[in-house]
């Protein structure tokens, strides 16, 4: 005869409420050392930023001071190293996420894709992919920077939400060339673009949309 499934135990589910509560509160805490205007918050500002008490903020900060995520300086608290190594893994990532929509881009369109995110006030690419079938075509390193006010890929990473989605340039990072670039969106914390360069002259009625479509589709791995 089979068993009946037993119930869970009843402190398991204010157990895991507790700790999501826990971890909510320890991002948040995180978030506030990030985000305070002063050279680095004292534990009562951290209390004040995300509503617990200084009690609270102390055992917050015990697991992530032992990652390396912040680290104290007597009574205040400082960004720590640990998140150099969390953040030296977005880039791969990033660019893993991207390489299928990049790669169709590039093989519909017949040009460089790219994608590029925002660095301070500059403009740096970090996925890379040329067609396969061209004769020629733009090369386009990874790492190249610009500033964010030249070049498509730039100036589509602060674009609006407005009709068409993309915009497009010639000759402004390399003479003769033009590109077409489009938002990424809806990804939070990532301000970046997803764009084509070529020699060739670019139809923007017709490559404006497959930029979209691609940077959308990059978003979405991203999510």
Request: aromatic fraction near 2%; charge should be neutral; avoid cysteine.
């Amino acid at each position: 005869m089979p068993s009946t499934p037993r119930p869970p135990a009843a402190g398991s589910s204010s157990h895991g409420r507790e700790s999501s509560l826990t971890l909510d509160r320890g991002l948040a805490l995180l978030q506030a050392v990030a985000d305070a205007e002063s050279e680095a918050p004292t534990i009562s500002e951290l209390a004040t930023a995300i509503g617990a008490s200084r009690a609270a903020v102390y055992r917050l900060l015990v697991p992530l001071a032992e990652r390396g995520l912040v680290r104290r300086d007597g009574s205040k608290v400082r960004l720590g190293l640990g998140l150099l190594r969390l953040a030296a893994r977005v880039t791969p990532q990033l660019r893993l996420a991207a390489l299928p929509a990049l790669r169709e881009l590039a093989e519909a369109v017949g040009a460089t894709a790219h994608l590029t995110v925002a660095d301070g006030d500059e403009a740096q690419a970090i996925a890379v992919i040329e067609p396969s079938w061209t004769t020629y075509h733009v090369a386009y390193r990874v790492g190249t920077r610009h500033s964010l006010g030249r070049g498509a890929a730039g100036k589509a990473i602060g674009l609006r939400d407005e009709h068409p989605g993309w915009i497009a340039t010639t000759g402004e990072l390399q003479d003769g060339a033009s590109g077409i670039a489009a938002p990424v969106r809806g990804v939070p914390g990532l301000r970046a673009s997803v764009g084509v360069v070529s020699f060739h002259a670019l139809d923007g009625d017709v490559v404006g949309p497959l930029v979209r479509t691609a940077a959308v589709a990059v978003a979405d791995a991203l999510r």
